[in-house]
Structure formats: C-alpha cells, structure tokens
C-alpha cells in the first residue's frame, strides 16, 4: 500500500494508518512492527497509547498525514524514534534529543534511583556528573532532590547545549552545564557524589551493535575507541581527589564481562567498599564505590 497515493483516494482513520503501518513495518523487517507505528501516531497526535484505540475512528488531516509520511520514511532508514520525534522520556520527566546527544535508556533510571538513595540523608548534597549528554540524570536528579547542587560536564559543546534546553524545560535551576574534557582536566572543587554513564561499548565491538545505535547516535557517547574501560580507569585515578571522604562514585556499567572488568580497576586501586546492583532485569549494570 502507498500512503501518498491512498491518501488521495480515501480518508485516513487512526485505525486505518494503524493497519497500514503494522503492515508497512512488517513487510520492512521491523521486530514489532505494530509498536513502531504506535508510537509514531503518538506523537504525530500527542495521544497517549490507549487514545489510538479510544479515539480510532478520527480523520488524520492531510498536513498530518505529510509529517507521517516524513516520519516513516525515516524510520525506514533505521533512524531511532525519538530523534525522528525529537522528544522522549527519562524518569517521568520530558527531553527533548538530537543526534547530538545519546537516546535516554530506561537501564539509566536505575543510576537515578541508586544516587537518589545514597544522597536520601544528605543535606544539600554536591554532586559532579561527568557526560552530560541530553542531561537527562543530572536534570532528573536536580528534579528529584531539590536541595543538590549538581555540576554537569561533558566535552561536547552541542551536548551541552542540548542539555542546558532540557534543564529549561523542565524548570531546573539547581544545575549547571560546562563544557569539560574530563580526561584531561578537572572541575574545581569537591563532591559528595560522582555519577556518570560513561563511554563504555569496545570498538571492536562497536559496529555489531543495532543500526539505530551504530549509524546515528553519537560514536563519542558511545564508546571510547578502545576497550570500554578508559573513563573507568580515569575515574580510579581521581576519585579521591575529587570526591569527599565517606563520598560514593556511581557508574553504570555494560552487560557481559564489563562490569567484572570495571570493578577491578578499582579494588586494584586500594578500593574496598564496593559493589555492583542489578537493573530490573536482574542484571549488574550499576557500580557503586565508596571513598
């Protein structure tokens, strides 16, 4: 079926480009064919999933059906949604994202969850995040814990750029974005807490990664051109410069033997309170140290 041609012929319910769109991604080799055009239509109409199927006998106007068509063709190249859409969601809160900064994955909230908890008891807690990407941990903790004081590096200046938007967008002032080569310098001053979600994915396994990953999301946020391990190896270095006595330094870490890898830079380091959480999948996908 041709949307542009069809749509000259007949009007188009929710329900119709619903079909349609389930057939259309099927045929593409899409593994859920029906979510892709879900969440499309989503967006396209700001509706909730369960509106579709509320509202699906509503007409989509034709400078509706031009944007889809847009969308579509996208999304056909394996462009991931949310840069398509521009928007996405990360711990309740809204962001919006470019192909400058990495997609929002639901495994970070995890990382969210654990600094929320390890900084519960702390009174105006300081807090340096290194890679800021869309800002999506430091906007959403400064959201969540309104006393913090969150400092938010990252060597990218359209990062950066990106995140200071989100910050305004979802009224967060207890942040500040700054544009910092962390591998070869340093903020001022001390923490209570570091987080980051560095670069973490090998090089040599880079390309055998999705091609919504590999082909369109920034290689810089992604890996560090070498094994996974170089920022966690910075991190050991510096940790105690950076962070008080008695602070915590909180990473996500990759799937595999990453997180195994990860932890033994530091207990090589003279670190001994450390420990790895899981995600929701069960998965070690946290490390938490001590200083």
């Given at each position: 079926?041709?949307l542009?041609a069809?749509?000259q012929?007949?009007?188009w319910?929710?329900i119709d480009?619903?079909n349609?769109?389930?057939?259309?991604?099927r045929f593409k080799?899409f593994?859920?064919?029906?979510?892709?055009?879900e969440?499309l239509?989503c967006?396209?109409l700001n509706?909730?999933r369960?509106?579709?199927y509320?509202?699906f006998?509503n007409?989509i106007s034709d400078?509706?059906?031009?944007?889809?068509?847009?969308?579509?063709k996208?999304?056909?190249?394996r462009e991931?949604l949310?840069?398509?859409?521009?928007?996405?969601?990360f711990y309740g809160?809204?962001?919006k994202?470019s192909?400058?900064v990495?997609?929002p994955?639901?495994?970070t909230?995890?990382?969210?969850d654990?600094v929320?908890?390890?900084?519960g008891?702390i009174?105006?807690?300081?807090?340096l995040e290194?890679?800021s990407g869309s800002?999506?941990?430091?906007?959403?903790?400064g959201?969540e814990?309104?006393?913090a004081y969150?400092?938010s590096?990252?060597?990218?200046?359209p990062?950066i750029?990106?995140?200071r938007?989100?910050a305004?967008?979802?009224?967060t002032?207890?942040?500040?974005?700054?544009?910092?080569?962390?591998?070869?310098e340093l903020?001022e001053?001390?923490f209570?807490?570091?987080v980051?979600n560095p670069?973490?994915i090998p090089?040599n396994e880079?390309?055998t990664?999705?091609?919504?990953?590999?082909?369109?999301e920034p290689?810089i946020?992604?890996t560090?051109?070498r094994d996974?391990?170089t920022?966690?190896?910075?991190?050991?270095e510096?940790?105690?410069?950076l962070?008080?006595?008695?602070?915590w330094?909180?990473?996500?870490?990759g799937?595999?033997?990453?997180?195994?890898?990860?932890?033994?830079?530091f207990q090589?380091?003279?670190?001994?309170?450390?420990?790895?959480?899981t995600d929701f999948n069960g998965?070690?996908r946290?490390?938490?140290i001590?200083?």
């Amino acid at each position: 079926m041709n949307l542009t041609a069809e749509k000259q012929k007949k009007i188009w319910r929710i329900i119709d480009i619903i079909n349609w769109g389930e057939e259309y991604f099927r045929f593409k080799g899409f593994e859920n064919p029906k979510q892709e055009i879900e969440w499309l239509l989503c967006d396209l109409l700001n509706y909730k999933r369960i509106d579709l199927y509320l509202e699906f006998e509503n007409t989509i106007s034709d400078s509706k059906l031009d944007q889809l068509k847009g969308w579509v063709k996208r999304r056909r190249t394996r462009e991931p949604l949310q840069y398509i859409t521009g928007q996405t969601q990360f711990y309740g809160y809204p962001f919006k994202v470019s192909p400058d900064v990495l997609i929002p994955r639901p495994e970070t909230e995890r990382v969210v969850d654990v600094v929320l908890h390890t900084i519960g008891n702390i009174t105006k807690p300081r807090i340096l995040e290194v890679g800021s990407g869309s800002g999506c941990m430091a906007v959403s903790i400064g959201a969540e814990k309104q006393n913090a004081y969150i400092l938010s590096i990252d060597i990218s200046k359209p990062a950066i750029d990106q995140a200071r938007k989100n910050a305004d967008l979802n009224a967060t002032t207890n942040v500040d974005f700054m544009v910092l080569d962390f591998l070869k310098e340093l903020p001022e001053g001390q923490f209570d807490l570091l987080v980051s979600n560095p670069p973490y994915i090998p090089l040599n396994e880079f390309g055998t990664t999705m091609p919504e990953i590999h082909n369109h999301e920034p290689q810089i946020a992604l890996t560090d051109n070498r094994d996974g391990l170089t920022f966690y190896q910075r991190f050991a270095e510096v940790a105690k410069e950076l962070v008080k006595p008695g602070g915590w330094v909180i990473m996500e870490v990759g799937l595999g033997d990453h997180p195994a890898k990860a932890m033994e830079i530091f207990q090589s380091g003279g670190y001994k309170n450390l420990g790895l959480i899981t995600d929701f999948n069960g998965d070690e996908r946290v490390l938490k140290i001590q200083i």
